[in-house]
């Protein structure tokens, strides 16, 4: 524990491998699985490996996309403001929520095309940004890596998820 009553947590992983997925919903079902078998699954960890960050573009961003992005952002920030101020006020709340609504309309439609034009053409698309891992491995610690990977053995003869297998060097026999 430190000292605001948190758990610290390693950022090293420890521990055997004792399946690697292709996805991590995958890994995360291997480490439901152990849980559904009573199995201590705080002795487990799951890894994600190769991390990339990975941009997928999903339109030309233009005037037009920009002052609406930010006329909406701002008139939903103006909505909760209103509401907000409409909780203390003792008369006509939905005038508050009203004038919330369009001066963060206002002022989100203003900041929009303000950071439109800064950005001078060097960015005209939108995208969405994620870190993916190209495969994950559940590390178990070494007391407990055996018990699990009979486990998790159980689980890929069910046939839900797919464990990869580890690379095995083939030995040619001595003539």
């Not at 002052?67 to 006020?89: I, M």
């Not at 004038?99 to 309309?105: D, H």
């Not at 590390?139 to 003869?157: Q, S, W």
Request: charged share 15%; aromatic share 10%.
């Amino acid at each position: 524990m430190t000292a605001q009553g948190m758990p610290s947590m390693d950022p090293r992983p420890t521990g055997l491998t004792i399946g690697t997925y292709d996805t991590y919903r995958e890994a995360q079902r291997a480490v439901d699985y152990l849980s559904d078998e009573k199995f201590p699954v705080e002795h487990t960890t799951i890894v994600g490996n190769n991390l990339r960050q990975v941009e997928k573009i999903t339109g030309r961003l233009t005037w037009g996309r920009a002052l609406t992005a930010g006329l909406a952002s701002g008139a939903w920030f103006g909505l909760f403001v209103g509401l907000l101020l409409g909780l203390f006020t003792t008369n006509n709340w939905i005038a508050a929520v009203l004038t919330g609504v369009v001066l963060g309309a206002f002022f989100g439609l203003v900041f929009g095309g303000l950071s439109y034009a800064q950005s001078a053409g060097r960015r005209d698309f939108t995208s969405r940004t994620a870190v993916v891992a190209t495969t994950y491995d559940v590390l178990c610690d070494f007391k407990f890596a055996e018990e699990a990977r009979n486990h998790l053995a159980k689980l890929a003869l069910k046939g839900e998820v797919h464990p990869l297998l580890p690379n095995q060097t083939l030995q040619q026999p001595n003539d």
